[in-house]
């Protein structure tokens, strides 16, 4: 989402600086008015750069069109005075439209690279809650290498030249998967441990995962901060068909019907659909996921967790 918005901010420096260079190889004397419009148009799209920028370092994604339109106006009411201010003459007025123009040729170059490369290679990702624990702690700030499971073609679901499919315990960063801009979640970007693939039967039984009938072993990178373990109780899901269960949690509305605690520490069996996979976190009493939410569609995968960068004392691998 922030890649995109970028890309649209760089293209719309990109035809605000084609239209400049027309106008100045023109070599006709700007006015004080158009010169200060022109340099409103410009101060109102670093103001919305600006917004983007904030907006995504703080992990917000609703209210976007606010923050961007305070952004916009903030700017151009900026620029509009500023042009006014300096364009007391003809060459004061040219002076100031060609340093915009040199500006302008930085920043959309700069910013479609970025956007380019956010879509299809690196993203810096900072994570939101403690749900990875012990892994990845709140404030982390990390990589995502996004061409590990293939180069998303845009506006569509297909993705080319993968290295590889998802494999089992693999850190992945994905949208949370839901369309509906009502669900608090919506446009979020969460990372969790895939610890099933598509077709695979998951079971939880006292918090240990079962994976097609066998436990999957030992997790050195997990955390039970909860030494209590919750049973299935009469009356939840044992009046719940398997049929039942299984088509309450592909929808999503498992956690609709039983108690938190029981889906936490006693959980299916499911199998996870074609095209999805199932996901948990790592801080494993206190993590949100496919347990409560259902199956992670594949479409809403953004990439492979990298490496932490920062804090410098935590540079590391993610495994």
Same mark, same amino acid.
Request: hydrophobic share 45%.
């Given at each position: ?11 719309a420096l990109?035809?605000?600086k084609v239209?400049?260079?027309?106008f100045?190889?023109r070599k006709?004397k700007?006015t ?9 148009s410009?101060?109102c799209?670093?103001g919305v ?5 904030m ?6 994604v ?5 923050v961007g339109?305070i952004g ?5 009411i ?8 300096k364009?007391d003459?003809?060459k ?7 340093l915009?123009?040199e ?9 479609l ?7 299809t ?5 900072k ?5 990875m624990?012990p892994? #990845?702690y709140?404030?982390?700030? /990390?990589f995502?290498?996004k061409f590990?499971?293939? =180069? $998303?073609?845009?506006?569509?679901q297909? *993705?080319?030249?993968a ?7 693999d850190?992945?960063v994905?949208?949370f ?7 608090q979640?919506y446009?979020?970007d969460?990372?969790?441990r895939?610890l ?5 039967t998951?079971?939880?039984?006292n918090k240990e ?7 999957i072993g ?7 901060l909860?030494?209590?373990v ?7 899901s ?5 049929g039942?269960?299984?088509? #309450?949690w592909?929808?999503?509305? /498992?956690?609709?019907?039983l108690?938190s605690?029981? =889906? $936490?520490d006693?959980f299916?069996p499911? *199998?996870v ?5 199932f996901?948990m976190?790592d801080?494993?009493d206190?993590s ?5 939410w259902?199956?992670?569609p ?11 960068y920062?804090?410098?004392r935590?540079v590391?691998a993610?495994?």
């Open positions: 989402m922030t890649e995109a918005r970028l890309f649209a901010i760089g293209l990109w035809f605000y239209i400049l260079q027309d100045l190889r006709s700007p004080r008015s158009l010169t200060a419009l022109l340099h409103a410009f101060w799209l670093i750069l600006l917004a983007v920028t907006h995504a370092y703080l992990g917000n609703r209210g976007f069109l606010r339109a916009a106006a903030v700017g151009a900026f620029g509009l005075f500023s042009g006014l201010i364009a003459s003809a004061a007025a040219k002076d100031t439209l060609t915009d123009l500006w302008a040729q930085t920043a959309s170059s700069a910013i690279l970025a956007a380019v490369i956010m879509y290679l690196l993203q810096a990702f994570i939101p809650s403690g749900s624990q892994t #990845l709140e404030g982390d700030h /990390l995502v290498s590990y499971y293939g =180069i $998303r073609i845009p506006f569509t297909k *993705r080319i030249l290295l590889r499919q998802v494999r089992q315990k850190v992945v994905f949208q998967p839901t369309d509906d801009p009502q669900n979640q446009g979020k969460f990372i969790k895939a099933a693939l598509p077709n695979d998951v079971l939880v039984r995962i079962f994976v097609n009938g066998v436990s030992k997790e050195p990178y997990t955390q039970f909860d030494t209590r919750f049973a299935k109780t009469p009356g939840n044992s009046d719940l068909e398997p039942q269960y299984q088509d #309450l592909a929808r999503g509305e /498992l956690s609709n019907y108690r605690d029981e =889906i $936490r006693n299916g499911v *199998r659909p074609p095209g999805h996979c996901v976190g801080n494993r206190a949100y996921d496919s347990r409560f259902g199956p992670m594949m479409r809403y995968l953004k990439g492979k967790a990298w490496f932490i920062w804090p410098p935590r590391k993610i495994r």
